[in-house]
């Protein structure tokens, strides 16, 4: 792959809708809109699940439990998307998605909501690893932006209309009913997808592959897995069994993601190990601020909630909008310097977080450093996957798709832990701006480390 596209041709192949690449669209396009509609609606769900199992203590495990597991699935679906084609872990995580919300659904203690948000995140990862990988296998790379660029947008709806309609179901009815409602709304469409993909798949096995990778480590996967949420609840407080999970945890990650990762990750190499790296440093940068930045607005500023929502709302329309404009208008663009625009522009949405808690600025100035970030965000992230993807050799694209997706939540897991542990020791804790100002100023550095090495990510 160039790093610059082709300039499209005027034919009738020409655009990711048209009949040689519209079926596959439409499925990937219903896929990601049920991923997101099932995973942005749980979300406002969980805390009120955690008190009606009489497990707020483990809550931490809980939320933590689906992007641990992202971690497995993403190993397991790009190496069976390597070897069998994008279309059966892509169908099988489809399937999954709809049995995890019945055992959330039906969960009679706080461990059995813990085991369903695992598998979702088993799922959710299979998912996201299959799609990128079949969008490598079956679109040229003159489509490749914009196909990514439609995933992106496929999560607006779902972003509009899932928490506020989770929260209502929450509030009115029971958090079980959101569970159950996600369940049945996705089944029929699930099914059909299954049903598409399989003819895909069979069309797929007449080629077999030249450069089939070796099946991953599964006890590598599980114990990186196990490692994330031990981390993400040794975090959650500074009580011996919290240090000792963080310890373990930590210990387990430095021991065996690097056997997950390509070799040099650490070092930055050139090609696609700089691009793991890139790609862990600006998520956990953007999901740490997403994080802390509702924090901050509900209990140094009292900000509405619903001003909050409005926020995340304006973030995801803006992800989706300079997702768009990465793949339609600036698609001649080389990758990497889009990788540069976009740190740029997270680290300055930093900068407007940390500002954000001075007494003299008003309330929204943090607010409004969401929506900045998602701007870069929807620069960034394609950028690194098509990167990744030009890397990658023939037959390996799902190799490449999940050591993105492993590097990602470990950046995610990694900054938040530094984030939260300089929150937590300046002893601030809620009552004052300067936990937040640190932990604001702290995800510079992965922000501005990004811009700094895109360089090395460059394509051929």
């Known amino acids: 792959m160039t790093e610059r596209t082709v300039a499209p041709s005027k034919t009738a192949e ?17 896929v990601m809109f049920l ?18 199992l009489d497990g707020v203590s483990l809550y931490p495990l809980v939320a933590g439990s689906f992007v641990a597991a992202s971690l497995l699935g993403g190993v397991l679906g790009g190496s069976w998307a390597d070897r069998a084609g994008a279309s059966r872990p892509l169908a099988a995580g489809v399937a999954l998605s709809v049995a995890t919300l019945l055992i959330s659904a039906t969960s009679t203690t706080i461990w059995q909501l813990a085991a369903g948000r695992f598998l979702d995140g088993v ?3 299979m998912v996201a690893v299959a799609i990128n990988t079949a969008i490598a296998h079956d679109y040229p790379d003159r489509l490749r932006p914009r196909a990514l660029s439609l995933m992106s947008t496929c999560w607006i709806i779902p972003s509009l209309a899932g928490p506020p309609l989770a929260g209502l179901v929450s509030a009115w009815w029971s958090w079980r009913a959101v569970f159950f409602g996600l369940a049945a709304l996705t089944l029929l469409p699930a099914l059909a997808v299954v049903v598409v993909l399989r003819g895909r798949t069979r069309q797929a096995r007449a080629v077999p592959s030249q450069d089939k990778p070796p099946r991953p480590a599964l006890m590598v996967a599980l114990a990186v897995s196990l490692g994330a949420a031990l981390a993400q609840y040794g975090v959650s407080g500074w009580g011996a069994r919290q240090l000792l999970c963080a310890a373990g945890g930590f210990a387990l990650l430095v021991a065996f993601a690097p056997r997950l990762l390509p070799s040099g990750t650490w070092s930055a190499a050139r090609g696609l190990p700089a691009t793991v790296l890139l790609r862990g440093l600006s998520s956990g940068a953007f999901f740490t601020l997403e994080a802390f930045v509702p924090l901050f607005l509900s209990t140094v500023r009292h900000v509405p909630a619903a001003v909050t929502g409005l926020a995340f709302t304006g973030a995801a329309v803006a ?3 300079s997702s768009w404009v ?13 990788v540069v625009v976009g740190s740029v522009i997270l680290a300055a949405a930093v900068a407007i977080a ?4 001075l ?10 450093a969401l929506v900045v970030a998602a701007v870069g965000m929807g620069l960034v992230a394609p950028a690194l996957t098509l990167l990744s993807l030009s890397h990658s050799r023939p037959g390996l694209q799902g190799q490449a798709s999940s050591a993105m997706q492993t590097n990602q939540n470990l950046g995610q897991i990694t900054i938040m832990a530094l984030s939260s542990a300089l929150f937590a020791g300046l002893g601030t804790g809620s009552s004052g701006p300067a936990g937040y100002a640190a932990a604001f100023g702290l995800l510079l550095v992965p922000s501005v480390l990004a811009a700094l090495l895109a360089v090395r990510a460059r394509g051929s």
């Not at 991923?35 to 009606?52: C, D, K, N, R, S």
């Not at 007494?359 to 409004?368: G, H, I, N, R, Y």
């Open 14 to 30: 020409e655009g990711i809708f048209s009949r040689k690449y519209a079926a596959a669209t439409a499925t990937f396009a219903a």
């Open 354 to 357: 940390a500002a954000g808690t």
């Open 359 to 368: 007494p003299t600025m008003p309330a929204l100035t943090a607010a409004s």
């Open 326 to 338: 990465q793949g339609h208008l600036l698609d001649h663009w080389p990758r990497h310097r889009l």
């Open 35 to 52: 991923t997101g509609f099932a995973a942005l609606a749980v979300v406002p769900t969980l805390p009120a699940a955690a008190q009606g």
């Open 123 to 125: 799922s959710a990862g």
């Open 319 to 321: 992800w989706a909008a």
